[in-house]
Structure formats: structure tokens, C-alpha cells
């Protein structure tokens, strides 16, 4: 039942856009979703999705599979746009009962609307093209310069890879649990909402006991395998930009200039 | 009054590309009163196969029948099968939550409804049936040796007095007097209540003393069903599927090799002591004390 | 000079009650002398709660004594300034195969030591490389470890260990929670660390049958060492073995069951083949 939660979850195949460097992804993603606050006009959003469009068929990633991902935010999209569509003040185009629909309000929930898809849409995109463990590279590389400050960078990244692998397990865990409670008669899915929490008691005891013991254990393996933090460690995979990525980011550049001057148009 | 699996399969991830047949075509039925061993190694179906029995999992195909009725009819009470068929986990660290022994034993009978006192009486009875030393009634379940917990996870189960016992690999994990002593505490609880008891190992040594009947799962297929004696004459089958017969048949069949003349068929070293005497010429019964 | 070696070895912890009172004392290891040459297979046997475990977590300077001593290749382990270089000699598997494997790639995972101790890149490839293939595991460096069977999982965690070329290994129970085919699998993998890398090898377990090709074996109760010896001297004593606690393989007690009726059999049998060539022989 657990299982279905699919977070961040990476899509395996062959593509270029798989094998370009974490980090180049990473800040392309992160200047991509910049670009699309920047734009005044929906041309602007029409180079962003000629962009989006060539890095998807770039990916080999299937489109269906993208489009299966965003399911979930459906929800949220809708109340976006409903909220927009109804609350903006300005010109009236269409009253019904208490509810009017501006032409302010018209364009705003279609602005969001796009945004967040294109935003949702890209961001996936980079989880989908790459492994979890060359993201928290990527990562920890980049915020390298935020060391000066005395933020844990290398930890925070360990905590990160570390987590990512124990959600699998986890949440088969949490599966166990719920059956074996099952199996004597719990009941977890009527009932208000104060008796679901209550019904939550059984189910969290032994897992957050567990999940204790597994942190402890994994600890001591960890500093019986010499583990000190990160000074002195060295790299099985270190990260080195090759000309794909240089090209890479030449390419993010391109589409910023060109979407920017196109996007902020007075038309 | 028995649980009838009539071609049942299962497959995990039905609609995925990683679709995995767990359960292929097993029909199997379990009579009332008898003590089953379910054997396969780990990923040979075994767990699968008991979660149906007591409906946490739904059969992609095939029926299941509890004393008659089908479990998949609309109006089957599933929650009454649950507590008819009692299933006890292989880690008891995943039951064990409350923060004594006995408030935990009384969790099962209270979901079913059951008021505080009747709860709590069944909760004495099923403890004294695990054989838990009564000072630990009142003690945290996380602070019991491996042994005492799993008494504890077997008396949770047994307080909603279920008709079934079904225990997964109740001895994963202890040591070996300790596995001795939870399997003979159950043989004992299947002696006084004369309950119907599966239990699911990968180990053939644990069961072959205990048991009636051995089930012998490979694949998501029952490869073997039957008494002890007659599943292990497959020892050499067995051991090629990872799965081995009790030392004691190999050391017999390394005789009858040899040309002595015993009984293949003797799984436990007792039964072995005696039929080597016998093929030495010595009658076991004169060296009996 | 033993390359573990260990001088009335005790240890204690506090026990204490829900308010945090000291309740008193439990001794875990109670003066225990060891001595392990370099190229040994050794086993130490005992039920739960014997010690065995906390024994070993000392060679792998994981717990500090609370008396004695312990040196691993000539160095004490109370030593702070000597624990990264005992870790890296003394390398240790422990129980639960899911809690020790820290990479999300099989190779990674075994590249995890190399990187801790500041091996160049190039070489950790080479390490984990012949690591893998030492144990088996080649085939499958670029699977999760989510989805290999426990006996793999193991023998990842046992090339993730091999992959600091160690001197010696330490398994804390590997294989308690295995089935017989992952056991068997861990089991094999051992040996041969032992019989072709020449790595000295602690094995912990409650199996008996696994510790038949060992050197020697040990076997503790209530923090001491109760039995010590060849398999084969060990194993003879099989009334002593079961009062503590432990489980005699089937051919050693069908042995001595028959030795007992007064057939002419030698002590301590340990295979199928030693019985039934024995028995062949007194008729």
C-alpha cells in the first residue's frame, strides 16, 4: 500500500542527458525555474517549452511516464487556478451567482497554471536522468563554498544519501508492521480522524524503535569501516567536467539569453 | 472446519513491468487439528502463501474456502477471519509496541471488541499458554531476550483465540537451545488445545521433529506434501532446490551405501540410533536403560 | 606475538533502572586471554547473551576494556591515537546485512572504506574490483543492495571490509539471519579469504556445523572462555556442549549416542563420510 509513494524516483536508461555531470543539471534546473518568473509574455513560455521539449526527447525518457508523475499535483494545480481564476480583482468578464471571472484573473491562473507545470515538469525531469547518490555529489560539490560558513556540507550530504537508501527499506518495514498489527485486529482505515491517530500508535512504536536500532547499528559499522567525516576522503567516482558538460551549460546559457529577450517583449 | 486453497495464484505488481509470479496454482487443503510444516527457502512463496489464509492478501485468481464458506464471498466477515486465524509474524519487534507484556497480549482481544475484563482474562490464558514466567507479566516487551519476546508475539496472537495458529519462522534469529525451546513450546500448546498449527521454516532440521505433515514450497509451488518421512526420500530433489533433508538422512543413506541394511526413513537421531543398532545386529531395545 | 592478542580482557557496563539509578554491574567478558596467530581460522561458539559478540567489538577497538588489555598487530587498543589503524587491520562484519551496507550501489558500497582511509581514486577501483571478484559478488557491482539476497548482502559487506586489505576479519555472527543457502553461501566465502588471501578470520556464530573447518574453536559462557580446542576435541564433549546451551550437529550426536550403546566409533565424528567410513570399519 506504501509502496506506490514513488519520491524523486529516477528512471533508468541511457541518454546524454543521463550522463551529464550532477552539477550541470542541477544548476540548469535551478536557472531554468528561475527564467520562468522572469517572463511577461506567453512567448516566453513558448522557448521555455521548446527547450523542455528537446531536453525530454533528449532523456529517452517516454512522456507518458513524466506526465504519470505529476498525477499527484493535479490537486494542487487545480486549487491554484481555481483561487486565481475567481479572487483577482480587475475587468469583469463573466459573473455568475457571487463568482466573477476577470480577464486579470484569466490570465494569472493560466500564467500559474503553465509555470507550475513547466516547474514540476523540469525539476521531475532531473530526478528522473539522475541516480540519487550523483545528485547528493552534485550537491555537495556546489555548496562547497558555503564550508566558509561553517555549514556541514559533507555531512548534510551523507545524511542525504543515507536516508535515501533506508526509505526502501523503511517502508517495507512500515508494510511489515501494519500486517502483523493487522493480523491481530488493528484497524487503520476507519474511524474519525482522533481514532486514526490513535490507530497510528502501534504502527509507529515499533517502527521508530527499529528505525533507532538500525541508526545505531549503521553507525558502528560506518566507524568500524574507518569513517571520520569528510576531511582526508578521497573519491571512488569524483566528478570532472568533460566537454558534454561544457556544452552542457553552453546550452542553458543560449536558452536563458534568447528566452529572456523574447519572454520580456512588450507585445 | 478447514482451510481448502483451491488453484490459487498470486502475483506481485500485477500492472508493472517487474510483475512476479509469487503463488502459482497452489491448491493445498488443511485439515482441523493437524500440525503442518511450510518449508521453502527465502522468496519461495511460504509467506505469501499464509498471508492469504487469513486474508492480508487477496489471491490474484483461485478461491479460498474456511470451513465451508469462500472468503472472497462479498459478505465474508475478513475481520472475524483475522482473529479465527491467528498469524504471528516472523520479528516480533514488529508487534511488540505497549509499555508492558500484558497491556500488549490484551491489544488483539481488545480490537475485537472484547471488554476490558474478558480482554484481560484472555490475555492470562494465552500467556500461560506461551509459558511466560509470570514476573515478566508486567515488564516492558523491548527489555525480553529474543526468546520471551517472540512468547510475548505468539501470546498476542493467541489471546484473540483464533481457531488457526500460523506462525512464520518463530525461531529466526535465536539460538539453538532457545529455538528448541519455542518449538517445543508450541508442540505442547498443539497437544493441550489440539488447535490446527502451521508453521512456516526454511529449516527442515527445526520441523521434521514436530510436525505431521511438511509442505514443501518452491517457486510459488507446492513441490512436496506429506509426512515427514515421505517428503525427505526426495532429499536429493530437495537439496538441489537449496533446501536439505535432516543430517540424519544423508548419514543413513551414506549406510544403505555402504551395505548396511537400515531404514532410510528415519528423520529424527533417535529413530537413527535404533535403526543403526539394528543393522549392526544388536536389538536397540537390550541397551534401553 | 599474536596479531590479536587479548591479557584478562573484562568488561562491565551499568545497568540501570527506568530513573536512570545505577542498578548494578553486568560483566559481558570476564577475564578472557586470547592469542591468534596471523594465517589462523578461529571460531568462538556460545549462546546468546555468552559474550561472544561484545568479545568482538573490542578487536575492532568498537568497546575499550574496563580491565586488560587488547593488541591488535602489536598495537593496544586503549590507544587512541592507534583506533583508525586498528580499524583498518581488523576489519569486522557484523549480523544485519541491511544495517552495514551504506552505499546505494553495490560498488560504492565497497568502495566506502578505501574512500574513508584516503585511498587515490585509481586505486579504489582496483580494490573494489578485486574485492568483489574475491567473494563473488562481481557480477552484480552496479545492483542496489536493496535487491540481493541476504547471503549476498553479506558478502558485499564482507568485500566492503576485504576492500581496506586488512589483516584480519572479524564476523560477528554473519549469518544469523540466513537461510541455509545464504549461510552456506557466507560460509564459502569465508574460507576462502582464509585458505587464498591468507587473512585471519574470527568467526562468531551460534551454528556449530559452520565452525568445522576452523583452527580452532572457543567456546564462551557468562563471559568466559568454557572449551577451547581443536573442532574435533570440542566436539567430542558433547554432553558439555549441551549444558551450554548449544546444539551438537546430528552426526556428532548420532556418534556419540552410539558410542554410548558401546559401539567402538572415535570421538568427536564430524561429517556424513567420517560416520559412515567408521561404521563400515567396526563391523
Same mark, same amino acid.
Given at each position: 500500500m506504501l509502496r506506490d509513494i514513488t519520491l524523486g524516483q529516477y528512471y533508468q536508461t541511457e541518454s546524454v542527458i543521463h550522463r551529464l555531470d550532477p552539477r550541470v543539471k542541477l544548476g540548469g534546473t535551478l536557472l531554468y525555474i528561475i527564467s520562468l518568473f522572469f517572463f511577461r509574455n506567453f512567448l516566453g513560455y513558448g522557448v521555455a517549452a521548446v527547450f523542455l521539449a528537446t531536453v525530454i526527447g533528449l532523456s529517452h525518457v517516454p512522456f507518458r511516464f513524466i506526465v504519470k508523475g505529476m498525477k499527484a499535483i493535479v490537486f494542487l494545480l487545480l486549487i491554484t487556478v481555481t483561487f486565481n481564476l475567481f479572487l483577482t480583482p480587475g475587468t469583469e468578464l463573466v459573473s455568475v451567482w457571487k463568482l466573477t471571472i476577470t480577464v486579470e484573473g484569466l490570465r494569472t491562473a493560466a500564467t500559474m497554471a503553465i509555470r507550475l507545470t513547466m516547474l514540476i515538469i523540469g525539476s521531475? &525531469?532531473?530526478? &528522473?536522468t539522475t541516480t540519487p547518490n550523483n545528485l547528493t555529489d552534485g550537491m555537495e560539490s556546489m555548496m562547497k563554498p558555503l564550508k566558509a560558513f561553517r555549514v556541514?556540507?559533507? @555531512? +548534510? %550530504?551523507?545524511?542525504?544519501?543515507? =536516508?535515501?537508501?533506508?526509505i526502501p527499506i523503511l517502508l517495507e518495514e512500515t508494510d511489515k508492521i501494519m500486517k502483523a498489527q493487522? %493480523?491481530?485486529? =488493528?484497524?487503520? #482505515?476507519?474511524?474519525?480522524? +482522533?481514532?486514526?491517530?490513535? =490507530?497510528l500508535v502501534p504502527l509507529l512504536v515499533p517502527l521508530f524503535i527499529s528505525a533507532f536500532r538500525r541508526a545505531n547499528d549503521l553507525a558502528m559499522a560506518m566507524e568500524a569501516r574507518c569513517y571520520r567525516g569528510g576531511e582526508g576522503r578521497t573519491k571512488m567516482k569524483p566528478l570532472i567536467y568533460q566537454r558534454r558538460d561544457r556544452l552542457g551549460y553552453l546550452c542553458i546559457f543560449a536558452y536563458l539569453a534568447i528566452g529572456i529577450t523574447v519572454g520580456r517583449l512588450r507585445l | 472446519m478447514s482451510i481448502i486453497l483451491d488453484h490459487v495464484s498470486y502475483i506481485y505488481g500485477e500492472d508493472g513491468p517487474l510483475a512476479v509470479k509469487a503463488l502459482d496454482d497452489?491448491?493445498?487443503q488443511i485439515p482441523d487439528g493437524q500440525f503442518v510444516g511450510i518449508i521453502g527457502h527465502t522468496g519461495s512463496g511460504k509467506s505469501t502463501l499464509v498471508q492469504h489464509m487469513n486474508g492480508l492478501l487477496k489471491a490474484t485468481s483461485g478461491h479460498i474456502y474456511f470451513n465451508g464458506e469462500d472468503i472472497y464471498d462479498r459478505d465474508f466477515p475478513m475481520k472475524k477471519l483475522r482473529s479465527r486465524v491467528g498469524l504471528v509474524f516472523q520479528y516480533p519487534e514488529h508487534q511488540l509496541f505497549e509499555i508492558d507484556v500484558f497491556s500488549d497480549v490484551c491489544f488483539g482481544p481488545k480490537n475485537l471488541g472484547m471488554d476490558k475484563k474478558e480482554a484481560e482474562l484472555k490475555a492470562f490464558d494465552a500467556l500461560r499458554k506461551v509459558g511466560m514466567p509470570m514476573e515478566l507479566y508486567y515488564q516492558s516487551p523491548f527489555e525480553l531476550s529474543g526468546g520471551q519476546k517472540r512468547r510475548a508475539a505468539i501470546a498476542g496472537v493467541l489471546a484473540m483465540a483464533p481457531e488457526v495458529l500460523i506462525l512464520d519462522e518463530p525461531t529466526a534469529g535465536l539460538d539453538p537451545k532457545g529455538r528448541e525451546e519455542i518449538l517445543q513450546q508450541i508442540k505442547e500448546l498443539q497437544a493441550q488445545t489440539g488447535m490446527t498449527i502451521l508453521l512456516v521454516s526454511h529449516s527442515m532440521e527445526d520441523v521434521a521433529e514436530y510436525v505431521d505433515r511438511i509442505v514443501v514450497m518452491n517457486k510459488g509451488k507446492v513441490m512436496y506434501d506429506g509426512a515427514p518421512k515421505e517428503v525427505f526420500a526426495h532429499y536429493k530433489e530437495l537439496e538441489e532446490v537449496g533446501l536439505a533433508a535432516p543430517q540424519v538422512t544423508y548419514i543413513l543413506h551414506a549406510l544403505k551405501d555402504r551395505g548396511f541394511d537400515v531404514d532410510v526413513n528415519a528423520t529424527t537421531t533417535a529413530e537413527a540410533v535404533d535403526t543403526v543398532l539394528h543393522a549392526l545386529g544388536r536389538a536397540p531395545e537390550a541397551f534401553r536403560p | 606475538m599474536g596479531i590479536i592478542r587479548t591479557k584478562d580482557l573484562v568488561y562491565e557496563y551499568v545497568r540501570r533502572d527506568e530513573e536512570g539509578n545505577v542498578e548494578g554491574f553486568t560483566t559481558a567478558v570476564d577475564k578472557v586471554d586470547l592469542d591468534v596467530q596471523p594465517? @589462523?581460522?578461529? %571460531?568462538?561458539?556460545g549462546h546468546n547473551g555468552s559474550g561472544k559478540s561484545t568479545l568482538a567489538k573490542h578487536i575492532n577497538a568498537i568497546l575499550s576494556p574496563t580491565e586488560g588489555s587488547v593488541w591488535v598487530d602489536g598495537m593496544d587498543t586503549s590507544q587512541e591515537e592507534h583506533i583508525w589503524d586498528i580499524r583498518q587491520r581488523a576489519g569486522m562484519v557484523f549480523q544485519n546485512p541491511d544495517n552495514q551496507i551504506i552505499g546505494q550501489v553495490v560498488e560504492e558500497d565497497v568502495g566506502f572504506g578505501p574512500e574513508n582511509m584516503g585511498v587515490p581514486t585509481k586505486e579504489i577501483w582496483e580494490r573494489v574490483e578485486e574485492s568483489l571478484k574475491a567473494v563473488g559478488m562481481y557480477e552484480y557491482r552496479r545492483h542496489s543492495p536493496n535487491k540481493l539476497s541476504g547471503g549476498q548482502k553479506?558478502? +558485499?559487506?564482507? !568485500?566492503? +571490509? &576485504? !576492500?581496506?586489505?586488512?589483516?584480519c576479519i572479524v564476523l560477528d555472527e554473519p549469518t544469523a539471519m540466513l537461510d541455509p543457502k545464504g549461510r552456506r553461501e557466507v560460509i564459502r566465502a569465508v574460507r576462502a579469504?582464509?585458505?587464498? @588471501?591468507g587473512i585471519t578470520v574470527v568467526l562468531i556464530t551460534h551454528y556449530m556445523e559452520e565452525t568445522i573447518h576452523a583452527d580452532r574453536v572457543f567456546v564462551m559462557d557468562s563471559g568466559r572462555i568454557a572449551m577451547e580446542g581443536t573442532p574435533r576435541q570440542v566436539f567430542s564433549q558433547v554432553e558439555r556442549l549441551q549444558e551450554l546451551r548449544l546444539d551438537v550437529p546430528q552426526v556428532t550426536l548420532l556418534a556419540? #549416542?552410539?558410542?554410548?550403546?558401546?559401539?567402538?566409533?572415535? #570421538?568427536?565424528?564430524?561429517?556424513? @563420510? #567420517?560416520? !559412515?567410513? %567408521?561404521? =563400515?570399519?567396526?563391523?
Open positions: 521531475s &525531469l532531473m530526478t &528522473l556541514p556540507v559533507h @555531512e +548534510v %550530504a551523507m545524511i542525504m544519501s543515507i =536516508a535515501l537508501r533506508f493487522i %493480523a491481530r485486529g =488493528a484497524d487503520f #482505515e476507519t474511524g474519525n480522524i +482522533v481514532r486514526r491517530a490513535k =490507530a | 497452489v491448491s493445498l | 594465517g @589462523e581460522f578461529i %571460531a568462538i561458539l553479506q558478502r +558485499v559487506s564482507i !568485500a566492503g +571490509v &576485504l !576492500a581496506m586489505h586488512p589483516k579469504l582464509n585458505q587464498v @588471501e556419540h #549416542e552410539l558410542r554410548k550403546k558401546g559401539i567402538g566409533l572415535p #570421538e568427536g565424528i564430524l561429517t556424513v @563420510e #567420517e560416520l !559412515a567410513d %567408521a561404521l =563400515a570399519g567396526s563391523r
